[in-house]
């Protein structure tokens, strides 16, 4: 269940969650990649900023390693791969689903996207795919910004690029940094939803680039502006 792997990484993290998102091929039992996106910092040693100039005494006075102060570097971002078997996508719905709804997240959005490598696609339709499957799409060589346990992402990535993919994505509320973001009355106090998830998954499309947007969070009382 992708919901109690979510759950695992919380607890050993112990860190918010910004987003959670799912990638995979419109294959049938295709291996999955999890992405875990954190919020916070932390301090990177590999990396320390220069001790500033100062008086021959200032620097008498000095740690004798005169490292400098250590840079703060956001947490990467957690890759997991999942080789789960599978035959249809709305099984990944029902997952993703069960998920979002669980964590309070006020939507999830599924994007089915066609492959990049293709006579008139776009750099951004290149980016996106990159970024789907962990890379950074600045420095695709820089892989700093992921903890990755997925020996089949590069593959995953250069065949979604040919074939196409399937995207999911949410923001949780419930061990997220999202509580304070709205208003969502089908919450519980800690940001939680009791399962079931009410909300069905959809057929998936096919070939054509589509977004869903399964609507989970509600607002119950009069908004006045």
């Known amino acids: 269940m992708i919901l109690d792997i979510i759950r695992q990484q919380v607890a050993i993290l112990r860190r ?31 990396q320390r900023s220069p001790s500033p100039p100062g008086p021959s005494s200032a620097a008498s006075s000095a740690p004798a390693t005169g490292a400098g102060s250590l840079r703060r570097a956001p947490l990467p971002s957690s890759a997991l791969q999942l080789n789960q078997p599978w035959s249809r996508l709305e099984q990944l ?21 066609r492959g990049c490598n293709r006579a008139g696609a776009s750099a951004s339709e290149a980016v996106a795919c990159r970024q789907a499957f962990g890379d950074n799409p600045i420095d695709p060589e820089d892989d700093s910004h992921l903890v990755a346990q997925a020996p089949d992402r590069t593959d995953l990535r250069d065949t ?5 993919y399937v995207r999911w994505e949410f923001r ?17 106090p800690d940001g939680r939803r009791l399962p079931p998830c009410p909300v069905a998954p959809r057929a998936a499309v096919g070939t054509r680039i589509s977004r869903s947007r399964y609507q989970l969070g509600r607002i119950d009382r009069i908004v006045l502006l």
Do not use: I, K
């Not at 719905?93 to 996207?113: F, K, N, T």
């Not at 979604?160 to 196409?164: D, E, F, K, S, Y």
């Not at 949780?172 to 709205?182: F, I, K, M, R, T």
């Open 93 to 113: 719905d029902e997952q993703m689903l069960d998920a979002a709804w669980q964590l309070g997240a006020w939507h999830l959005l599924r994007e089915e996207r």
């Open 160 to 164: 979604a690029a040919r074939l196409g």
């Open 16 to 46: 918010p969650l910004a987003a959670v998102v799912l990638s995979t091929l419109a294959r049938r039992s295709s291996p999955m990649l999890l992405l875990l996106h954190w919020h916070g910092f932390a301090t990177d040693e590999r």
């Open 172 to 188: 949780p509320v419930a061990d997220g940094l999202w509580g304070s973001a709205g208003q969502d009355d089908s919450l519980l």
